[in-house]
């Protein structure tokens, strides 16, 4: 069996290169690239298993190539893990926004990004695959085509976001805490994920609109789609915002 194939799209040799040994000493076969445009080329030639992209990157920039790899629909499902010196929250949700499926900031430790990058390959294998289309409250995802959409308009949701949204619509009212949602979004290994999670709910919700009420946070637990008519959810938020 051939060994799974990284691309680390990354100008800064000083962090590349030791990234590159490590993921090696791992197993992994490893491309390096140091500007957006040859970095967005190799992604579309080699097809590789994960992409490891730097934000601030010359020639085109890392969100533009995100973006790019995402609206392509022969490399949209490749993982993406972002690399940068920013650590703003917005700049998170930016970076999820345009389809990354996880986010590191720099200085990093080696040891916990590489297992980062273990569980981003380590896809679940999706059950009840008689199972393609899912309606719920206006809400509608066919897994086939990758399509979500909002009474019929189109919801641009990253994968990560599109996973995680199927498995709350899969089985509403059931309340699921994060470790189970990083396990139906991206792997197995999620126990360092916790914080992330939250990041792509937040994102999720924006792109939901008024819907964004139908994805209930459970305190201390999780999260759960709520198993009520909209109209109804959506009358009790404005009694509340009303009584303010």
């Known amino acids: 069996m051939s060994s799974q194939h990284i691309l680390v799209i990354d100008d800064e040799r000083s962090i590349s290169d030791p990234l590159s040994y490590a993921l090696r000493k791992e197993g992994f076969e490893v491309t390096c690239s140091y500007d957006g445009q040859d970095g967005l080329r190799r992604v579309q030639s080699l097809l590789p298993d994960l992409v490891i992209l730097d934000l601030m990157l010359p020639v085109i920039e890392g969100l533009e190539v995100c973006r790019q790899l995402r609206s392509d629909a022969r490399t949209r499902e490749i993982p993406i893990l ?83 949204l199927w498995t709350l619509l899969r089985q ?44 209930e946070t459970v305190r201390g637990v999780g999260y759960r789609f709520r198993d009520e008519a909209y109209e109804t959810i959506a009358l009790e938020a404005d009694k509340v915002v009303g009584a303010k």
Request: charged share 30%; net charge neutral; no cysteine.
């Open 82 to 164: 972002m690399l940068t010196a920013r650590s703003e929250e917005i700049d998170e949700v930016v970076g999820f926004n345009m389809g990354a499926d996880d986010y590191v900031t720099k200085p990093f430790n080696m040891k916990p990004l590489v297992q980062r990058v273990k569980a981003l390959l380590r896809r679940p294998h999706l059950k009840e695959q008689s199972v393609d289309v899912v309606s719920r409250q206006g809400i509608s995802l066919d897994r086939v085509n990758h399509r979500a959409a909002v009474e019929e308009v189109d919801l641009p949701l990253t994968p990560t976001e599109f996973k995680l």
């Open 172 to 215: 509403p009212g059931r309340t699921f805490n994060r470790n189970e949602l990083m396990d139906a979004s991206r792997g197995e290994d999620a126990n360092a994920f916790e914080r992330t999670i939250d990041v792509h709910v937040r994102s999720l919700r924006q792109k939901l609109g008024p819907r964004a009420v139908l994805v």
